[in-house]
């Protein structure tokens, strides 16, 4: 594989479940917390469009990773990936599934039902503008409710819990309600090692009541919140620290971060500089309830 370089834990050998695709390095949002653009991680935006790696380069180095990896899916993200709507339609088809993860301020695209958007946003009007920027979460709201009858991909919006949207996620739920998402999903902010910044818990002790109030929030919303009760029991204490010292991710989960001219492996797939007790990400927690964490003869917890 010519444009896909794998270092650290990431085999040639190996098959994962999922890859994680970075296809641009180009962002029309500069988000407090985005983790793509922390120091240390390959995220240097071209100069010029037409310098960021072609589209056909793309599709041929991730046909080479379908064939060697296996993935049943495929999560693109950048920057922001319907900066590369070209790309995206030819891309979805290689993969037996596709999530496209975006920020939601430009309409979305009917790509078939084998793809799923997760449309990003962290809280009420003015908490998430604090983040994301003036007037986006009106933007992003519109074209939720503007998703056509008819449209086939699947729609669901994302809030990343940090300590200081907590307390105000029940105002996010029912606003996301009236609009045509069909559901949501709540991960957790992931900090830099050494993080004591506004987003950050000290401890996973200290989350715990952030994710209480997920769980309270899934059981007042049935068939709404779609974190399953099992990835929330294993982000609550002692559970969390089990579960991301033996991290389901790393075996299962191949990120691919676009450098220059080639896709370049990150330590994980929220990039270089994390702090991993204290991670709270919806792929970790969500691949240990599903692969059995806790339960006897399975793997991870005992």
């Given at each position: 594989?010519?444009?896909?370089?794998?270092?650290?834990?990431?085999?040639?050998?190996?098959?994962?479940?999922?890859?994680?695709?970075?296809?641009?390095?180009r962002?029309?949002?500069?988000?407090?917390?985005?983790?793509?653009?922390?120091?240390?991680?390959?995220?240097?935006?071209?100069?010029?469009?037409?310098?960021?790696l072609?589209?056909?380069?793309?599709?041929?180095?991730l046909?080479?990773?379908?064939?060697?990896h296996?993935?049943?899916?495929?999560?693109?993200?950048?920057?922001?990936?319907?900066?590369?709507?070209?790309?995206?339609?030819e891309?979805?088809?290689?993969?037996?599934?596709?999530?496209?993860?975006?920020?939601?301020t430009?309409?979305?695209v009917?790509?078939?039902?084998?793809?799923?958007?997760?449309v990003?946003?962290?809280?009420p009007?003015?908490?998430?503008?604090?983040?994301?920027?003036?007037?986006?979460?009106?933007?992003?709201?519109?074209?939720?409710?503007?998703?056509?009858?008819?449209?086939?991909?699947?729609?669901?919006?994302?809030?990343?819990?940090?300590?200081?949207?907590q307390?105000?996620?029940?105002?996010?739920v029912?606003?996301?309600r009236e609009t045509?998402?069909?559901?949501?999903?709540?991960?957790?902010?992931?900090?830099?090692?050494?993080?004591?910044?506004g987003d950050?818990?000290?401890t996973?002790?200290?989350?715990?009541?952030?994710v209480?109030e997920?769980m309270?929030?899934?059981?007042?919303?049935?068939?709404?919140?779609?974190?399953?009760?099992?990835?929330?029991?294993?982000?609550l204490?002692?559970?969390?620290a089990a579960?991301?010292?033996a991290?389901?991710?790393?075996?299962?989960?191949l990120?691919?971060?676009?450098?220059?001219?080639?896709?370049t492996?990150?330590?994980c797939c929220?990039?270089?500089?994390?702090?991993?007790?204290?991670?709270?990400?919806w792929?970790?927690?969500?691949?240990a309830?599903?692969?059995?964490?806790?339960?006897?003869?399975a793997?991870?917890l005992?």
């Amino acid at each position: 594989m010519n444009r896909v370089r794998l270092s650290g834990a990431y085999r040639e050998d190996a098959e994962y479940q999922i890859v994680v695709i970075n296809v641009t390095n180009r962002c029309n949002l500069t988000c407090e917390h985005c983790f793509v653009y922390r120091d240390g991680n390959p995220n240097e935006a071209p100069a010029r469009v037409g310098d960021e790696l072609g589209t056909a380069a793309i599709l041929e180095a991730l046909a080479e990773v379908k064939e060697h990896h296996h993935p049943a899916s495929a999560l693109w993200m950048g920057g922001e990936p319907l900066l590369r709507k070209d790309l995206l339609a030819e891309g979805v088809r290689i993969f037996p599934q596709s999530t496209i993860t975006t920020n939601g301020t430009i309409p979305l695209v009917d790509l078939g039902p084998r793809v799923l958007y997760v449309v990003s946003l962290d809280g009420p009007e003015d908490l998430n503008d604090r983040i994301r920027g003036r007037g986006v979460y009106q933007r992003v709201m519109k074209n939720l409710r503007a998703v056509p009858e008819g449209f086939v991909s699947q729609v669901q919006v994302q809030c990343v819990v940090t300590r200081r949207n907590q307390d105000r996620l029940e105002e996010l739920v029912r606003a996301v309600r009236e609009t045509r998402a069909g559901w949501m999903t709540f991960s957790f902010y992931v900090p830099r090692a050494h993080d004591t910044g506004g987003d950050a818990w000290d401890t996973n002790e200290d989350r715990a009541a952030a994710v209480r109030e997920v769980m309270r929030l899934k059981a007042e919303t049935p068939g709404f919140i779609r974190n399953s009760t099992r990835s929330l029991e294993l982000m609550l204490p002692p559970h969390a620290a089990a579960v991301t010292a033996a991290c389901p991710a790393q075996a299962n989960v191949l990120p691919l971060y676009l450098e220059g001219d080639h896709f370049t492996t990150p330590f994980c797939c929220y990039g270089n500089d994390v702090d991993c007790s204290r991670c709270g990400a919806w792929v970790v927690f969500h691949l240990a309830a599903t692969l059995g964490y806790g339960h006897p003869r399975a793997p991870g917890l005992a």
